[in-house]
């Protein structure tokens, strides 16, 4: 996969709450974003491991999802199922690159196994009840996430953080050069982020309209 920076060119890209739907899901990020900042603080690294193993939970449920209901209705799934399980493998990339980073410790491990089984069933709850809800939510999720990546960039540059060596996995997956550092790879990875955000997003504001992608409802 090759990393390409123009998706992180608007990296303060928001979209506003608009209705109901949009401020449970604002609601929703802001409150586990709070919860993130109290228990991680500045360790960017061990965050980035829930986060990402959150982070691939939505595109395989969506994908998983748009794809029965396809086969039930027999209709075109519109390039939905391809892209939402890519991006379900570039957030698994993403904590498996942050595994080798950070190197978690047994009880971090425990809180992503807890984590994810309950997000799983969340999530899943609510791509039923509401896949416009869901991708608006993931929507915010990036953009925070981006936020994050940010501030973690700004904790290396400031030498708070070690701009170690990118571990091979990361060198391989996002093409970078042989002696790319920490700093590369958080680079990457954000730009990716933006571009689930603008995904996302469109994913929900797709799904407002009378002439949406009906089977993803």
């Not at 929703?28 to 691939?56: M, S, W």
């Not at 995904?199 to 799904?207: C, I, M, Q, T, Y």
Request: net charge negative.
């Amino acid at each position: 996969m090759t990393h390409d920076n123009d998706l992180a060119d608007n990296l303060d890209s928001h979209h506003a709450a608009t209705g109901f739907s949009d401020r449970v899901a604002l609601s929703i990020t802001l409150a586990l974003r709070f919860l993130a900042d109290t228990f991680f603080a500045k360790r960017y690294g061990n965050r980035a491991i829930v986060l990402e193993t959150v982070a691939a939970v939505p595109g395989m449920v969506g994908g998983m999802l748009v794809h029965l209901r396809c086969l039930r209705w027999m209709v075109d799934d519109a390039g939905w199922i391809r892209t939402l399980l890519d991006e379900a493998e570039n957030e698994r990339m993403h904590l498996m690159t942050f595994v080798q980073i950070a190197k978690p410790n047994g009880f971090e491990r425990a809180v992503v196994l807890l984590t994810q089984a309950v997000f799983f069933v969340f999530f899943f709850a609510l791509y039923l009840v509401s896949s416009r809800t869901a991708h608006r939510l993931v929507g915010y999720f990036e953009e925070q996430a981006v936020v994050s990546y940010t501030l973690y960039l700004e904790e290396i540059d400031a030498g708070r953080v070690e701009n170690i060596p990118a571990p091979a996995l990361a060198i391989a997956y996002w093409n970078l050069p042989a002696d790319a550092r920490l700093r590369d790879v958080v680079l990457a990875v954000r730009a990716d982020e933006a571009g689930h955000r603008d995904v996302n997003h469109g994913f929900a504001d797709a799904l407002d309209g009378t002439t949406a992608v009906q089977h993803a409802n």
